[in-house]
């Protein structure tokens, strides 16, 4: 399955989504790397690995629509069949995600549908949670409401502020992410008609 991960900065999911892919048993071979800022590491990181990359600014486009329009171009010229959201700060437009319903996965650092939004792991700490984590999800046009595939809990520790726990949110990332890429590579789990997620091998 070729995958296109976007992406807006220091990368470390898309990381851990190219060390996943370079396992010979991977189903997912990771064909570009997009981004709507220029010069951010996961840029750097994705060079040092081989891997095409693009830069697609957002600042450059009038309309939501013209900006997801050249991302969607980039996506075709490279014959991508899984698209990886991997800390990509843009809110697709419903266009986009209806062409590529069950082929867009989304990394949010919470329990969803806790703490959707911005600032999921201070929401997490303000609400005295004691298990946060992460979820992998199929983008639908509402934010932070498609399927979930994947998630991993993490506790919540006494004295525990937003950058310690986000460090910890983050370790949990770099696993359900890649995890969450090879279901859907490899074919054991897809969207159903009806929203939900359709794990194959369970008839
Ligand atoms: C992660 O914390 C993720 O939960 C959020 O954005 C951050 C991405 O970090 N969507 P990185 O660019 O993958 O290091």
Redesign the pocket.
Known sequence: TRVGVL????????QALMDRARRPSSSAEIVVVISNRPGVQ?LKRASLAGIQTRVVDHKLYGSRAEFDGTIDRVLEEFKVDLVCL??FMRILTGAFVKKWSGKVLN???SLLPSFKGVNAQKQALQAGVRLAG?TVHFVAEEVDAGAIIVQEAVPVVAGDTEESL?DR??EA?HRAFPAAMELVASGAVQLGEDGHIVWKQHS
Request: charged letters at 10%.
């Open positions: 992406i807006s900065g220091t990368g470390t999911n898309l996961g991997a800390g990394i949010h650092p992460c986000s949110i983050r990332e």
